[in-house]
């Protein structure tokens, strides 16, 4: 299993990023994927799913700001963050679900997203 993430970088409050993560090892349309991000200090949260039928799910933190997509022909997930605030800053993971019960499987090495002015 790989996945890589890209598109973190420095955001202003209110602003907007987009999040993708490149997967490969594993039949990715077969799998559930996830963001997840640990701040400085902080534990890893879960903030988004989609399931291989495209169902998606959200953490409190995020719905109505964040929306998670994927492209099966791509082999990729997508996070599009809106209405950024400072406490969105972290670093942000792709992680693949180990099972429909676990979300929490392997993961790539993150991209750092900081929200500040």
């Known amino acids: 299993v790989q996945l890589v993430e890209s598109g973190g970088g420095l955001v202003q409050p209110g602003g907007s990023l987009r999040l993708s993560c490149l997967a490969s090892?594993?039949?990715?349309?077969?799998?559930?994927m996830n963001w997840a991000r640990q701040a400085p200090g902080k534990g890893l949260e879960w903030l988004s799913g989609v399931n291989r039928d495209g169902v998606t799910s959200y953490a409190d933190s995020v719905k109505g700001r964040f929306t998670i997509s994927r492209d099966n022909a791509k082999n990729k997930v997508y996070l599009q963050m809106n209405r950024m605030k400072p406490e969105d800053t972290a670093v942000y993971y792709c992680?693949?679900?180990?099972?429909?019960?676990?979300?929490?499987?392997?993961r790539g090495r993150g991209t750092q997203v900081t929200v500040s002015s």
């Open positions: 090892g594993f039949t990715f349309s077969m799998s559930a």
């Open positions: 992680v693949k679900a180990l099972s429909r019960s676990s979300w929490l499987g392997p």
